[in-house]
């Protein structure tokens, strides 16, 4: 498979997933007190979904990186590896959460009930999507155009700023609380939106390369083929 081909379908799996995770967002403020099940369930399953995209494009980038700059192949991997690592939070957590509505008995907040993902979507989220987005920037600059790495390192601030919000309590209706509005939907969406716009950026910044085939060059003794990617 062509590079070209491998840097459409990483950059489809990012928008098309944050596309799922920007519909999932708006349904966590639908209700002003416990959501119906069914409330909880669509925007789990919408987050799944959209995290097992993710993963695509995780593995898709730190490929890109290793072709197209192998000498931030490492920035390319750590960047993989943290939003690897955020991802398998994001699985934890719906896990947790969709457990705690199928056993209740009657509607239940997890936003405040399942006081596991408390730290997961707040400190945890927030610690490895800033080194992702470290990483991301300092590995991506042959990649994407500069405003990708310039919102990449504001957004990467942003994240960090969040860090310390586990010593602000547990009310969501709170900004800056460990599971406020503000820790996790507010700096999430930001997110969500880059990935988005990242993902149109791979995407179409590849559209018009056509994929070549790799081509044979003459050497002494014969033909043989030079394993090249012209799609490069």
């Known amino acids: ?3 070209n081909r491998i840097q459409r379908i990483t950059g489809a799996a990012a928008f098309i997933g944050a596309s ?9 403020f639908v209700y002003p007190g416990a959501p119906p099940d069914a409330n909880v369930l669509t925007r789990c399953l919408l987050g799944l979904v959209a995290a097992t995209l993710f ?7 730190a490929y890109l990186v290793r072709r197209r700059d192998p000498e931030r192949e490492w920035f390319g991997s750590l960047a993989a590896a943290a939003g690897t690592a955020w991802l398998t939070v994001v699985f934890v957590s719906t896990g947790l959460e969709v457990g705690a509505v199928i056993a209740a008995p009657e509607p239940i907040d997890p936003t405040i009930t399942v006081t596991g993902t408390y730290i997961l979507y707040g400190t945890v989220a927030r610690l490895l999507e800033g ?3 470290v990483a991301f920037a300092t590995a991506a600059p042959r990649l994407l155009p500069r405003w ?5 390192w504001a957004l990467a601030a942003v994240n960090f700023a969040f860090v310390p919000s586990l010593f602000f309590g547990n009310v969501p209706a709170e900004f800056y609380a460990a599971n406020g509005w503000g820790t996790t939907a507010t700096v999430g969406g930001l997110t969500l939106l ?3 716009a990242i993902g149109s950026a791979l995407f179409l910044s590849s559209r018009d390369a056509a994929d070549r085939p790799a081509v044979s060059v003459r050497v002494v ?3 043989h083929p030079a394993g090249i990617d012209r799609g490069e």
Request: aromatic fraction near 18%.
């Open 221 to 223: 003794g014969g033909l």
């Open 131 to 133: 080194l992702f987005l």
């Open 20 to 28: 799922c995770t920007l519909i999932e967002l708006p349904l966590y």
């Open 148 to 152: 990708c790495i310039v919102i990449s």
């Open 55 to 61: 993963v695509v494009f995780m593995s898709g980038f």
């Open 194 to 196: 880059w990935l988005f």
């Open 1 to 3: 498979m062509g590079i």
